[in-house]
């Protein structure tokens, strides 16, 4: 089973929508799916997936990451009255919320590549269960970066781990040891600790919480030590003070690109045939 035929289940259940089928049998009608809001729209592909399962058909009207003007209509939908009212909130909770991501990253990218045309915005792994892979889609459809999906696919060490070590350079010899041909970042909370594993040439140190006065000063003791080492920000930034950490970061990670945005509002109207 897939993401969306799980999607499905978890609103039909065993039963189906009652409603609808008891009013309605084989009527048929059209449909459009239009924005409340302007916004940079997202999550049109699975929605059109949503209605194909339910047996109707949707022909977008925009692409993914375009941005589109308050009114405009971005899918039309033909098929029966029933599978047309069974896709509806699945395929509207699905695209507004891949647009609110796609929407808010894109400001941030343009408002940050006005102060430093090569950082980057990118995502965490605090995204909603079950709906990672959407989320880190919006993301990329926003101009961000996915950062990692999860735990397999990169070596982040964190705060966590650290703690369960002498010192800074102990975990940093046993990863290169036990995967030697990963790139291996680390999240540090000081001065000291980054330094540490700058001189241990990581491939990215992740600055996280730093104030942005204390992590310019911190990032260009990193790059006089190796000017190689990208210089990650996160924890507690914010669209208000993103700028501040612009212009020295390589690239910048927010969490509530995925955990904090509010969706953006999409309606679908249904004609008779």
Do not use: W
């Amino acid at each position: 089973m897939d993401d969306i035929e799980r999607f499905l289940r978890e609103d039909l259940g065993k039963k189906g929508d009652i409603t609808s089928e008891a009013l309605f049998t084989t009527e048929t009608a059209r449909a459009g799916i239009q924005v409340k809001e302007a916004c940079v729209v997202a999550g049109l592909h699975e929605a059109q997936q949503v209605y194909q399962r339910v047996g109707a058909s949707a022909r977008l009207l925009s692409t993914d990451g375009a941005d589109v003007r308050k009114g405009d209509r971005v899918v039309e939908i033909q098929g029966s009255i029933r599978a047309i009212l069974k896709g509806e909130r699945l395929a509207l909770n699905i695209i507004g919320r891949m647009s609110g991501i796609a929407t808010e990253t894109k400001r941030l990218v343009q408002q940050c590549k006005k102060i430093n045309p090569k950082v980057r915005i990118a995502a965490t792994r605090k995204t909603t269960p079950g709906f990672r892979l959407f989320e880190k889609k919006a993301i990329i459809l926003g101009g961000g970066e996915p950062h990692r999906y999860g735990l397999y696919d990169a070596v982040l060490i964190k705060d966590n781990h650290l703690k369960l070590f002498r010192s800074i350079e102990e975990p940093i010899q046993i990863i290169r040891r036990n995967l030697p041909k990963h790139h291996i970042e680390i999240e540090v909370e000081n001065e000291t600790d980054a330094l540490s594993a700058a001189r241990m040439n990581v491939e990215i140190i992740m600055l996280d919480n730093f104030p942005p006065e204390m992590g310019e000063h911190v990032a260009q003791k990193i790059r006089a030590i190796n000017p190689d080492i990208i210089i990650e920000v996160s924890g507690g930034i914010t669209a208000e003070n993103i700028e501040q950490y612009a212009s020295f970061a390589d690239r910048i990670s927010l969490g509530y690109l995925t955990h904090s945005i509010k969706n953006k509002d999409f309606s679908l109207e249904i004609f008779k045939n």
